[in-house]
């Protein structure tokens, strides 16, 4: 374990990175909102203008922190060889002068209609002939197994063409492509068809490590007309992408838009090294796929280094189509396509056990795609269509449940509360369910209904005096539980509803306001793998809760720290415990409270001591924990849970970018926390049943730690000017009376020198 705490007295130093889960974009011939072509500027001249005014307004083009590209017309005269305008100003608008024809490339590429069936598509006009064998990095050395050499959609270096400076005044630029879009025998020109001209820049100045952040703008025009026309194949952008990657970036940090990665990703490139596709449609499926039945996916890359694919995990369901092809994306417009074209290398590209040729894997030959719209096409009535079969089960009976906690009484201290509840059917106009009936779905298999009394809501849950635990058994600070599915009776006050009382009251000592929050996973009969047999699962429902009042006059809710539907954007429905418990942070924190470690679950001879390789108890924080996990490697987490198992989260690969607090967290709610007010973290629990004695980690350094893992970081935390400790021990209320306060803010909180929003670059993230 590599948190930041008593035990760890020498730590790692591995460079802070953000982890990328795979080197992809996200689904095929993609669209990026970051990227739209300009429309504030006629057609430009057919030929280049001459040398540039003098006096221009403009700004060094290195100055920038980032560029802002854009390409406002494009025109091909006799000769093929189009000529583009491209505009460049800075972050602030302002136009930039000096970029030089080394820094930037292009590509040109048309939209072939599709026949037979097939799709529509790019099909690059910009291209080169990879090599073969070349020289592979050999792993393994199987990977090989393209047989020639092979055609790949490419970049035109503007030192080809010709680039010149236009009016300084506005940014302008002209460039005259070296290729031609005419006498290429395979791509024959057609001027009716659908073109498109994307750039990339490169520019690194003189001490920088990286280049200057710059967006690919791209052209989308009919060269009949000369005029902006919609592509018609705008199926996935940047922000549904970006909303588990953050910012996705590839090719040593200078191609970002989707509409500009999709026109060299097309259907006639290939890597002549393993001889797989390049096409996104294809590709992007199989890298976000867990285990293909047949053949594991990989690519030889730059330098021809190898790429393996295999070991990537999504984090949903694979059957989730809607989860990259959001048709309510004014931005998509074809984002229907996953289920109106129904093609073979898109169906394919997850289902590579099928021979489409012989029918072998499928019941039947479709040598042409338009022979799949017989079975899969919108109107088949076969119960085929990719919308009948591609969805998560479990998610969709999970809509037929609605949970709610409707009141709470007799929760002063030294009462039981009792708490009401209702179950509701959403999709039948929110009837009622009978928690009680025999048979019904929360009364048979596994299904489970409870609430969960956590207190007290300021500033974090503690469960002190909850009855969890004893002094040596136990798991420390979690809730009072009410078991509904044993204990529930009708609550004539509230039709529909059950209430249930607790046996364990709240503490005499318990001050403030708490938190009721119901959870549960009922049972139903369903198929989940579309083999025609049902199956009795459970099904996660998203937990409801209410505030109730302790000693307050009026209740004061939970903070508010996080946003599940930012959670939700990578997980679907953040779903835990057995689908116990999903789609509420505020639920996991009354268990994940800072009071709280594994210690009921080390275990000797068990699973958990052969993952952790000790019995020593691990905090389960959750702020601490979530951090943890999503840093994979850094932070080296190993923590035991259910039955006890061991779980080790150091090869987790987070799919977005560490620095990007705004990924999950709600506006602000990232800086130090006060440690005045915040409870440390225990990593050695003491007597289970009270905090009294634990020994703890201060709250900013027990948080930050999981990311800043240097011994530098580490001494400067547990400085006198900052104030952390690995050493604290708490008092009976959780506090830890005899450490200084940390002192974090004075440096990292709004506005101060190293601001953590400003240090992190959270303003930079365009989609948060």
């Known amino acids: 374990m590599t948190l930041l705490n008593d035990r760890t007295l020498a730590r790692p130093n591995p460079r802070w990175v953000a982890l990328l889960a795979c080197a992809a974009l996200a689904l095929a011939a993609c669209s990026g909102d970051d990227a739209k072509q300009g429309t504030d500027s006629p057609p430009g001249p057919v030929t280049p203008p001459g040398p540039p005014p003098s006096g221009g307004s403009g700004v060094p083009v290195a100055s920038a922190k980032f560029i802002r590209s854009s390409i406002v017309s494009a025109t091909i005269p006799e000769d093929g060889k189009p000529i583009i305008e491209v505009r460049l100003v800075n972050e602030s608008g302002q136009p930039l002068i000096g970029l030089q024809a080394a820094n930037i490339s292009f590509v040109l590429a048309r939209l072939e209609p599709g026949i037979n069936g097939k799709s529509n598509g790019w099909r690059a006009i910009?291209?080169?002939?990879?090599?073969?064998?070349?020289?592979?990095?050999?792993?393994?050395?199987?990977?090989?197994?393209?047989?020639?050499?092979?055609?790949?959609?490419?970049?035109?270096?503007?030192?080809?063409?010709?680039?010149?400076?236009?009016?300084?005044?506005?940014?302008?630029?002209?460039?005259?492509?070296?290729?031609?879009?005419k006498g290429i025998d395979d791509i024959p020109f057609d001027p009716a068809l659908v073109h498109r001209v994307g750039l990339e820049i490169r520019l690194r100045p003189a001490g920088a490590s990286e280049f200057i952040p710059a967006n690919n703008a791209v052209f989308t025009w009919a060269p009949t007309t000369g005029g902006v026309v919609d592509s018609g194949r705008e199926i996935v952008d940047n922000d549904t992408c970006n909303a588990c990657h953050d910012n996705l970036v590839f090719h040593g940090g200078a191609r970002f838009d989707l509409q500009y990665c999709a026109m060299c990703h097309e259907s006639y490139s290939f890597d002549a090294q393993t001889g797989n596709t390049i096409d996104l449609r294809v590709m992007i499926h199989k890298i976000h796929r867990d285990n293909l039945p047949t053949k594991p996916y990989g690519i030889f890359g730059y330098g021809n280094n190898w790429y393996d694919f295999s070991g990537i995990q999504f984090t949903q369901d694979q059957r989730n189509c809607e989860t990259c092809h959001e048709e309510s994306d004014a931005d998509t417009p074809q984002a229907s396509f996953w289920r109106t074209n129904i093609t073979r290398e898109a169906c394919g590209s997850c289902h590579d056990y099928v021979n489409f040729d012989t029918g072998a894997g499928h019941g039947g030959v479709a040598a042409t795609d338009d022979q799949c719209f017989t079975c899969h096409g919108p109107s088949s009535n076969f119960g085929l269509r990719p919308d009948q079969v591609h969805f998560d089960p479990l998610l969709r009976a999970g809509e037929k449940f609605r949970y709610e906690v409707l009141n709470v009484v007799d929760s002063a201290p030294g009462q039981n509360p009792t708490v009401t509840i209702r179950v509701t059917d959403p999709t039948n106009n929110n009837a009622p369910y009978d928690i009680k009936a025999a048979g019904g779905p929360f009364q048979i298999g596994n299904a489970s209904l409870r609430v969960d009394v956590a207190f007290s809501t300021r500033p974090d849950f503690t469960n002190t005096g909850s009855g969890s635990a004893t002094a040596t058994t136990g798991a420390p600070a979690q809730p009072i539980s009410i078991d509904f599915k044993a204990n529930g009776v009708p609550d004539p006050a509230f039709p529909g509803a059950f209430k249930a009382t607790a046996t364990v009251a709240i503490p005499a000592a318990a001050t403030g306001s708490g938190s009721a929050l119901l959870e549960g996973r009922p049972n139903v009969r369903i198929d989940t793998n579309g083999d025609g047999v049902l199956e009795t699962v459970a099904v996660p429902v998203t937990s409801s809760g209410k505030a109730f009042a302790i000693t307050d006059a009026a209740p004061v809710p939970y903070r508010a720290v996080v946003d599940i539907n930012k959670c939700n954007d990578c997980h679907k429905q953040l779903s835990l415990h057995g689908e116990n418990r999903a789609g509420n942070a505020e639920l996991c924190a009354t268990c994940h409270n800072p009071n709280a470690t594994d210690i009921a679950r080390r275990v000797a001879n068990s699973s958990c001591q052969s993952v952790t390789g000790t019995l020593d108890d691990q905090t389960i924080d959750f702020k601490v924990m979530v951090h943890a996990i999503h840093a994979g490697a850094i932070a080296g987490y190993k923590v035991c849970g259910y039955g006890n198992t061991g779980y080790d989260f150091s090869h987790v690969r987070y799919p977005g970018r560490l620095n990007n607090c705004e990924g999950c967290h709600l506006p602000d709610t990232y800086y130090p926390p006060d440690s005045t007010v915040a409870l440390a973290t225990t990593f050695d629990a003491g007597d289970r049943s009270t905090p009294l004695g634990d020994v703890a980690t201060t709250p900013a350094t027990a948080v930050c730690s999981v990311c800043h893992t240097s011994q530098d970081a580490r001494n400067h935390m547990l400085s006198s000017a900052a104030g952390g400790s690995v050493t604290a021990v708490k008092d009976a209320a959780s506090r830890t009376p005899a450490t200084a306060p940390e002192t974090c803010a004075t440096c990292h909180g709004p506005g101060k020198d190293a601001d953590v929003k400003k240090v992190h670059g959270v303003a930079e993230f365009n989609y948060n």
């Open 126 to 181: 910009t291209r080169r002939t990879e090599a073969f064998p070349g020289s592979p990095t050999p792993v393994p050395a199987s990977a090989v197994t393209g047989t020639g050499p092979t055609n790949q959609a490419t970049t035109e270096a503007a030192t080809r063409g010709k680039w010149v400076e236009g009016n300084q005044a506005n940014g302008q630029y002209f460039y005259t492509f070296a290729q031609s879009v």
